[in-house]
């Protein structure tokens, strides 16, 4: 049997949005869709992804990130658009190797190569965090001297800091989650990491002093319009622990070039082209009798693509060793 070895089959935007068409008649054998066509099957594609994922993520697009401490917040705002905290997919932590006096703008970093005390490199241009003697956090960028040991500040820091407090950096914001499955505080100095517990919005807004500072144990998640609201109890009381969550990464849109991919993994590819067919049915006139075929197929697809992004786990049975239990 001859085989080709070859395992890269994939679909591009075109590509989808094509058989999309073809499946409502709206192409003939060879023909290709005007440009007007694809930017409409475009847009259909972008908002049903967007349905899809209230629907709940699946695994494949769940991603880590790190929430960086900062000073005297319980209401951490976390997405792109945010411009006082700090929500990232890169995890860049190393340590003061020289005392820095208040104002300084220069600083010197451990850039070895431990991975426990140091984790990442450093660039120009990163925002960068450096844990302060009194607990606060200096947020400001790197000016010069990126990937080094000598850092320049864009400004200076607002407290003395000494050798061994930590620095957090990052380039680029991770965008707004559209959930928060889990969360854990991490002790910087030694990767250790607790899971804090989820809990209502309602039981986080009645902690009695929400300004309460100390090794945060529990912590609420609500995804707006535009960044998320990442409530915290207690607050962040210094630079030594950070918060890293695992959170539902919002699909891709496709854009304008024809080359993209949908953020799906291959076995998607079926029912993402019957799921985007359904929702230009009505655009192209299909008789109501022929959509309610196409969307059982395109429910039928989606089924069995969901299956093949379920999670192994194993179910563990305790017995009740409890003898007068009935």
Not at 127 to 134: A, F, P, Q, S, T
Not at 208 to 237: C, H, S, V
Not at 256 to 276: K, M, R, V
Request: aromatic share 8%; with cysteine.
């Amino acid at each position: 049997m001859a085989l080709s070895s070859v395992y890269d089959a994939s679909a591009t935007r075109t590509i989808i949005c094509q058989s999309a068409l073809r499946k409502l008649g709206a192409l003939a054998e060879g023909q290709t869709a005007t440009s007007a066509a694809i930017d409409i099957a475009v847009e259909s594609f972008n908002f049903m992804q967007r349905a899809w994922q209230a629907e709940g993520m699946p695994v494949w697009y769940l991603k880590t990130g790190y929430i960086y401490p900062l000073a005297n917040e319980s209401n951490l705002t976390i997405g792109p658009t945010s411009t006082s905290d700090h929500f990232t997919e890169e995890l860049i932590i190393t340590r003061l190797t020289d005392n820095a006096a208040s104002g300084a703008t220069s600083i010197t970093v451990d850039a070895s190569t431990n991975a426990r005390t140091v984790i990442g490199v450093t660039a120009n241009s990163d925002n960068i965090g450096v844990e302060l003697n009194n607990g606060n956090i200096t947020w400001t960028t790197i000016s010069a001297g990126g990937a080094g040991a000598s850092l320049t500040l864009a400004a200076g820091l607002g407290g003395a800091a000494n050798s061994n407090n930590r620095v957090y950096a990052y380039t680029t914001k991770a965008p707004r989650p559209v959930e928060i499955e889990y969360a854990w505080r991490v002790e910087a100095a030694t990767a250790d990491k607790i899971e804090i517990a989820q809990v209502s919005l309602s039981e986080i807004l009645s902690q009695t002093n929400p300004t309460d500072e100390g090794e945060t144990i529990m912590f609420n998640y609500q995804a707006t319009l535009t960044d998320g609201a990442f409530r915290i109890w207690p607050r962040f009381k210094d630079g030594k622990q950070y918060i890293e969550v695992l959170f539902q990464n919002p699909f891709d849109d496709l854009d304008a070039a024809s080359t993209n991919n949908p953020s799906f993994p291959d076995e998607w590819i079926e029912a993402l082209i019957y799921g985007l067919a359904v929702r230009l049915a009505p655009d192209y006139k299909l008789p109501l009798q022929e959509r309610m075929l196409l969307k059982q197929e395109a429910e039928a697809m989606k089924e069995r693509a969901f299956m093949s992004a379920r999670e192994n786990a194993s179910i563990i049975f305790i017995p009740n060793m409890d003898w007068n239990s009935k």
